[in-house]
């Protein structure tokens, strides 16, 4: 089995400032993603990444950077934090191919201030 | 616009009835339909899933019908006990694509 480890688990920030989070995984997989959980939201795609120095689009991408610069490693930058924001951001990844499951990190929760 | 959505936003059962847990999409090109369930301060975790190959999948307790025509999908959960509380959400994907895409999800629970 593996593992996705995220860091930090909870992180608090000022309105304006770039926040970094940082997500790694011992799967060996190729595809990443970065999810961010709303409550009543479901789980929106910000930017998911099918190899190392790839990075793709989702859903929710406005506000938000990212790097693959490893195969097991996948940050996601906030790049302007906004006032009383609150989410958990998941990290995840999964094989290559067509429908295999997608595995998540135990998420960083991210509150503004 | 969401391109998979989920009712009802919470659900309660008692003990032993079936839940029955709704999603529809948009997209016709979706091919693969995955369910998750995430409990609390835990993260989402793979529990069945189907292909439009077929209209029903069944595992244990937990199955999924299928509408291709209709573009609409329903987990039913029989005999419900209170560990089956938590929130279920519905995915879908395409092509063989990488871009998951999750409902809102449904937040079950099961009284004893």
């Known amino acids: 089995g593996g593992i996705i480890t995220q860091t930090p688990k909870f992180l608090i920030g000022q309105e304006g400032q770039k926040l970094t989070l940082k997500c790694q995984q011992n799967?060996?997989?190729?595809?990443m993603y970065w999810y961010r959980q709303d409550s009543g939201k479901g789980l929106r795609l910000i930017y998911y990444s099918i190899t190392e120095n790839d990075l793709q689009k989702g859903d929710l991408s406005e506000g938000y950077d990212a790097s693959r610069e490893k195969k097991s490693s996948f940050s996601l930058t906030v790049t302007s934090a906004q006032k009383n924001e609150m989410a958990v951001f998941l990290c995840?990844?999964?094989?290559?191919?067509?429908?295999?499951?997608?595995?998540f990190g135990k998420g960083t929760r991210l509150t503004v201030v | 616009q969401q391109q998979v959505r989920q009712s009802p936003q919470s659900l309660t059962v008692w003990e032993g009835e079936t839940a029955i847990l709704n999603c529809s999409y948009e997209d016709s090109t979706f091919d693969y339909f995955p369910w998750y369930w995430q409990f609390p301060r835990e993260s989402p975790a793979l529990l069945i899933a189907i292909r439009p190959v077929s209209n029903k999948k069944e595992d244990g307790r937990f199955t999924i019908f299928f509408n291709k025509r209709e573009k609409k999908l329903s987990l039913h959960i029989t005999d419900s006990q209170p560990g089956d509380s938590a929130t279920y959400f519905c995915?879908?994907?395409?092509?063989?694509?990488?871009?998951?895409?999750f409902g809102s999800g449904t937040r079950l629970l099961v009284s004893p």
């Open positions: 995915a879908a994907s395409a092509g063989g694509g990488y871009k998951v895409v």
């Open positions: 995840a990844s999964s094989m290559e191919g067509r429908d295999t499951e997608v595995f």
């Open positions: 799967f060996n997989h190729d595809t």
